[in-house]
């Protein structure tokens, strides 16, 4: 089942719509605009489950009825996207009737040749019937679900009128089921393995050959601003624009003048936060945009500074930070680890370590690197005739060797991020500012894991 954020090639801001958000619980899902094909894509960031304690009981009844309303909005959005796809799996299956039909009342008529491309076509679709049947149980399963959150809702409405506690405890551990369910259900439906990389978008060319550019990846739709940071070492200067339209105009920006200098390229900006690299050192700074503070900074053990380590094309890119639908990342290598890439997911708040993987892929061999769903993919060159050449994936601590297409246009790439809110990567490309569309291959099993 195909995939795609983006599907056009012109020249046009990213139109995203913020189904709902609760800061409180740090709740958010997005969708994309309707894509060309019909497709509905949405990208859900979860928090982990909490508890709630006994005192305060109105401000404990609140949140749970906003979670209530979180969970029930969610509901609609993943069936509408289920409703979706299924249209789209049903038209498959008719296909892949259609081909039999043709194979029973061609027997015997047929050339060797026509035959066997008939039979290698069917053998292509024979995994969507697995796939259709679990959409229509998963469609069976979000009308279970909102049934659940009306009931759940209005012993949650009578219990507030009340101000009683009677069933409190039953209550709370529903809603933490359905957030649970709900996790695995958006996890199910919004991550893939990466297939395809479109045609570079041009947003507009600007700065030196080397630099960055990104988005928010965790800010609301209504919060469409742009960070640019131009050059690859000893910079300071942040400049923050108002929307892509206006940084395609050049207009409607504020300049931030970070505390430390930066090296490389490889900065995020996460939640109001930009994430980067202290220059000449293995520093992680952690810079809040809103206070113009630096909230946090820590250094990555062992990591590798100042070119000793860096990707092909150099530029103190020793350390590049990254994130995908499961949080903050830092790829990064050290010298026990023998120049191979490492990679860390990294505790947003504290810049932690929580947990490091050791691709065994020389970074000096990579052009450029990016996250998506937990899977780490490398392009063999930042020249023209790249390609992601590379798959690590965390999950299961395994790694595949890919060929997948990466239009280089501008010939020399110094700058590669993913936005899973966006779903798409962002590129700068000897001193242009490019977009890619991404494509996810994704076959539910009929056991029903991912």
Known sequence: LRRSSLGSQSLTPISLQ??????????????????????????????????????GRSRELRQLMEKVQNVSQSMEVLELRTYRDLQYVRGMETLMRSLDARLRAADGSLSAKSFQELKDRMTELL??????????????????????????????????????????????????ALEARLHACAQKLGCGKLTGVSNPIT?????????????????????????????YYKGRRVLEFRTLGDFIKGQNFIQHLLPQPWAGTGHVVYNGSLFYNKYQSNVVVKYHFRSRSVLVQRSLP??????????????FSDMDFMVDESGLWAVYTTNQNAGNIVVSRLDPHTLEVMRSW???????????????????????????????????????????YTDVPFHNQYSHISMLDYNPRERA?????????????????????????P
Not at 154 to 167: D, F, K, N, P, V
């Open 425 to 449: 990567l962002y590129t700068w490309n000897n001193g242009h500012q490019v977009l890619y569309n991404v494509t996810l291959f994704h076959v539910i099993s009929t056991s029903g894991d």
């Open 302 to 315: 062992g990591a590798g500074y100042n070119n000793t380590f860096p990707y092909s094309w150099g530029g």
């Open 203 to 231: 947003v507009r060319a600007m700065g030196s050959r080397f630099g960055s550019w990104m988005t928010d990846t965790m800010a609301p739709s209504a919060d469409s601003r742009v960070w640019y940071m131009d050059g």
């Open 18 to 55: 913020t189904l709902f958000q609760s800061p409180e619980e740090g709740w958010q899902l997005y969708t994309s605009a309707q894509a060309p094909d019909g497709k509905c894509i949405c990208t859900a960031v979860i928090p982990a489950q909490s508890t709630c304690s006994r005192d």
């Open 358 to 400: 050791d691709t065994g892929y020389p970074k000096r061999s990579a052009g450029e690197a990016f996250m998506i769903c937990g899977v780490l993919y490398v392009t063999n060159s930042h020249l023209a005739g790249a390609k992601v050449y590379f798959a690590y994936f965390t999950n299961t601590s395994s790694y595949e």
């Open 127 to 176: 995994p969507l019937s697995s796939v259709l049947e679990q959409y229509k149980a998963d469609t069976r399963t979000i009308v279970r679900l909102r049934e659940e959150v009306r009931n759940l809702s209005g012993s949650l409405a009578t219990i507030q009128e009340e101000m009683g506690a009677y069933g409190y405890e039953d209550l709370q551990q529903r809603v933490m």
